[in-house]
């Protein structure tokens, strides 16, 4: 078991640019949440899918936010032109159910200049 | 929505020593907290879980309490060891919603 794979583990994008985040949850687990930490802000909420159905997206900036789970082994975040208070560790996470401990990715720490 | 506040910012103990992290949230439908430990430069890994149909779940030297009442939970951590230095996370949720975080306990064991 690998546990949750993100992917990449470091990005850097130019102000304006689109970054897009991978997440392959673990086999089996229904719930994919993903989270961003930052030291001001803590761990925010952003989004979750449960059987690959968006279930909670208020946490998500609106507009240039995006999260997306087209089959049961991947997520996929997408930020469209990224701005410097985006910069944070994007965290993803899975569980076998919403009400069970999550197992958390390494997260990709997103660097916006 | 739900507000986890989490006391302790930062907590500095003598091994050997017992710490608690206090936490405090604000919707009674909540029925599960957890526990989650941060090791620098790492992701966050569960440590203990209660639900609120207890008050009480022991786990080694983990111990988390819960009031429902006063809507507070807790987490005992007894005879404390170097390793358990970390950023402890409690977190809270109700039934199909997400988890919301409070915001870390540095906890820092000295020998």
């Known amino acids: 078991n690998a546990g949750v794979i993100q992917t990449p583990r470091h990005k850097v994008t130019g102000k304006g640019q689109e970054a897009t985040l991978w997440c392959e949850p673990i086999s089996g687990h229904s719930a994919v949440f993903w989270y961003r930490q930052t030291i001001v802000q803590g761990l925010e909420f952003l989004t979750y899918f449960r059987n690959q159905a968006p279930i909670d997206d208020s946490g998500m900036p609106k507009e240039r936010f995006s999260a997306q789970m087209p089959n049961q082994s991947h997520s996929t975040l997408k930020i469209q032109s990224t701005q410097p208070q985006d910069s944070a560790v994007y965290l993803c996470a899975s569980s076998l159910t919403t009400n069970s401990d999550y197992t958390f990715g390494s997260g990709t720490r997103l660097l916006v200049i | 929505g739900e507000k986890v506040e989490q006391h302790e910012s930062t907590l500095s103990v003598r091994e050997g020593d017992s710490a608690v992290i206090n936490c405090t949230y604000t919707?009674?439908?909540?029925?599960?907290f957890p526990w989650y430990k941060q090791e620098a430069g790492k992701s966050l890994h569960f440590v203990i879980d209660i639900r609120s149909n207890v008050d009480r779940k022991q786990s080694q030297r983990l111990t988390v309490l819960l009031d429902k009442k006063a809507k507070r939970f807790s987490l005992h951590i007894t005879a404390t060891q170097p390793e358990d230095s970390a950023i402890y996370f409690c977190?809270?949720?109700?039934?199909?919603?997400?988890?919301?975080f409070g915001t870390g306990t540095t906890v820092s064991v000295s020998p």
């Open positions: 919707d009674t439908a909540s029925s599960y």
């Open positions: 977190a809270a949720s109700q039934g199909g919603r997400a988890l919301i």
